[in-house]
């Protein structure tokens, strides 16, 4: 599956974004879709998950800011991020998993979007 990340830009903190994936391929309701991010300097980091029926997973540092969500009938994914704050300031990546592992870890994704840029000014 091929994927299309895009809705980063430049937010001050306290405000919000909506981050959307667009995922090819007519087998998207069957895949898990993450969302990670990379801040210069530093590692990827899991963000967010939806697997196939829906079950959400979040990392502490976004849990009830942001909401994982997916629209199978748009092949679409997306991350709503409210309350945003400069220390989430980084490149945010979506990615696909058709098969097993864990969900937190980015080894067990298949399939990477290019990446958006999300910058929170204080």
């Known amino acids: 599956v091929q994927l299309q990340a895009s809705g980063g830009g430049l937010v001050q903190a306290g405000g919000s974004l909506r981050l959307s994936c667009a995922a090819s391929g007519p087998t998207f309701s069957r895949y898990s879709m993450a969302w990670f991010r990379q801040a210069p300097g530093k590692e990827r980091e899991f963000v967010s998950a939806i697997n196939s029926i829906r079950l959400t997973y979040y990392a502490d540092f976004v849990r009830a800011r942001f909401t994982i969500s997916r629209d199978n009938a748009k092949n679409t994914v997306y991350l709503e991020m409210n309350s945003l704050k400069p220390e989430d300031t980084a490149a945010y990546y979506c990615?696909?998993?058709?098969?097993?592992?864990?969900?937190?870890?980015?080894?067990?994704?298949?399939?990477w979007g290019q990446g958006t840029l999300v910058t929170v000014s204080s």
């Open positions: 990615a696909a998993r058709g098969g097993g592992g864990s969900l937190y870890s980015s080894g067990s994704y298949d399939s």
